[in-house]
């Protein structure tokens, strides 16, 4: 029968390389090591390891295993703390989209850190429908997203930042009306395939504005340097305008009425890490001050 002391080694050998280090990490002999391997082999009639290198190299069908023996010692883990009645506790397996938004979760997994010593958050960052997909799939307990369309109806998506979109041009650069410069200065475009870049895109074609592109670009915090060095003007969020020198970078609200994006945390309607993600949340929306957003009771 598979055991967790099994799993904790292969996952140390993994981690350090050859069955001798993994063996002093689990206080084990290498002998010993070596049996729990094949032992785990004949249990899943998979080959773990390829014996034939030096060191062994792991094969397809390992890297499969080790993936499993993360799974089911994060959920042992997990349940542990949860019978301990210490649901503050455990792996919290987030991802996020590679947004501005990005620039606050460090802030939030600090504090988090220091109210919640026995939580260990593991971050992973990719594209949305990744992420909704493996959230779907149990494979993460939550995800950081742009409002999406057509969220399955098994997850549940909270916002925790309701932001303004401005229109931001260089420092002594004339500005007071937002259609005029769209029309006539050199224009950054936001080139990416995320819900902002569409968001932004479906305003200025509402507006009826031709811009003048100068250059496109696929990252929100490289188009703000450009626009801080001179080099046209574009539009951005609210939260890429955080850095004492962006003080100085003239905006103008975008959008008649001025245009808001939302970012929020999606999460399985039945969640067993709800209380944790809702404490995430509420650090979340306390970091984005005046733009901030109460979690939703649940319905």
Not at 237 to 254: K, Y
């Amino acid at each position: 029968m598979m055991d967790t002391r099994q799993l904790r080694t292969l996952l140390a050998i993994q981690s350090h390389g050859t069955f001798a280090q993994a063996a002093d990490v689990v206080g084990l002999t290498p002998s010993a090591v070596s049996q729990q391997v094949h032992a785990l082999e004949e249990e899943l009639r998979v080959t773990i390891f390829d014996r034939s290198t030096r060191p062994p190299r792991t094969t397809p069908e390992g890297l499969q295993v080790i993936e499993m023996a993360k799974d089911i010692l994060r959920r042992e883990e997990d349940t542990k703390a949860s019978l301990r009645g210490d649901q503050i506790a455990g792996t919290l397996m987030l991802g996020s989209v590679r947004s501005s938004a990005l620039n606050l979760l460090p802030r939030a997994l600090v504090q988090m850190r220091q109210r919640y010593p026995d939580l260990k958050p593991n971050l992973r960052v990719s594209l949305s429908s990744t992420l909704i997909a493996d959230v779907a799939a149990g494979r993460l307990d939550a995800a950081i997203v742009a409002e999406h369309l057509g969220f399955p109806g098994a997850l549940r998506w909270s916002p925790f930042l309701r932001e303004p979109l401005w229109l931001i041009a260089p420092r002594g650069m004339e500005a007071s009306d937002p259609i005029e410069l769209l029309n006539t200065r050199p224009y950054i475009r936001f080139r990416s395939a995320v819900p902002l870049a569409n968001l932004i895109d479906t305003e200025l074609s509402r507006l009826g504005v031709v811009t003048n592109d100068v250059a496109e670009i696929d990252t929100i915090g490289s188009i703000v340097t450009g626009v801080r060095q001179g080099l046209g003007i574009s539009v951005v969020p609210h939260v890429a305008l955080q850095e004492p020198e962006d003080l100085n970078i003239t905006r103008l609200p975008f959008g008649t009425p001025q245009v808001n994006r939302q970012i929020g945390i999606v999460e399985r309607t039945a969640s067993p890490r709800a209380e944790i993600i809702a404490r995430l949340h509420a650090v979340l929306s306390e970091l984005c001050g005046d733009y901030g957003v109460d979690r939703p009771a649940r319905s």
